[in-house]
């Protein structure tokens, strides 16, 4: 039986082996990435999924806001174990992440990812019309979800990061679990 629960400092370890087996190194070379660099996720919105102890889902949202000022959601990585693919813990993450969200009052969810797999949930490109990216990005990835009616409406300007700054022990944990990692390989 696999659970959806909080993220817990535990998960750190397990989170950053599973991201590399789904995307690789070239993940941090993302501008999400630059998003969610020496930021702490949204409250309450760190999920992980687990099976058996074992780590084998995960999703995060983060705070930030539009060139405008208005704020929202940015949503990645979204992770699941090639093991257990294909048997929707990838639609249940989201769907626990996007009601959360809505549960703790945020407006829009924004994200760069596959249009047909995130569409299902209500993500469009023309949400995102007037927003960019700060960096490279591929327009037609880049989607957006109204949790409350009309919130993405005019908003405008370049993404930037809103959310809570880690702590230097929060980033020392977060170094030390990518180099353990890469000298693992």
């Not at 370890?13 to 660099?37: I, M, N, V, W, Y």
Request: proline share 5%; with cysteine; glycine share 10%.
């Amino acid at each position: 039986m696999i659970q959806i629960r909080d993220e817990i400092a535990s998960d750190v370890a397990a989170r950053e082996r599973l991201l590399d087996a789904c995307f690789g190194p070239s993940r941090f070379l993302k501008t999400s990435q630059r998003l969610r660099e020496g930021r702490l996720p949204a409250q309450g919105l760190a999920l992980t999924a687990v099976q058996d102890d074992q780590l084998v889902g995960t999703v995060r949202l983060w705070e930030v806001a539009t060139g405008c000022g208005r704020p929202a959601l940015l949503l990645g990585p979204l992770a699941v174990d090639p093991a257990v693919q294909g048997a929707g813990l990838g639609g249940a993450l989201m769907r626990e992440a996007l009601t959360r969200a809505a549960d703790f009052g945020h407006a829009a969810v924004l994200l760069v990812g596959d249009a047909p797999y995130y569409a299902r949930f209500g993500f469009a490109e023309a949400r995102t019309a007037g927003l960019a990216m700060p960096g490279p990005f591929e327009r037609a990835r880049f989607l957006g979800l109204d949790l409350t009616p009309r919130a993405l409406d005019g908003a405008a300007g370049t993404l930037q990061a809103t959310g809570r700054l880690a702590s230097v022990p929060e980033i020392a944990a977060a170094t030390a679990a990518v180099a353990s990692r890469r000298q693992a390989a």
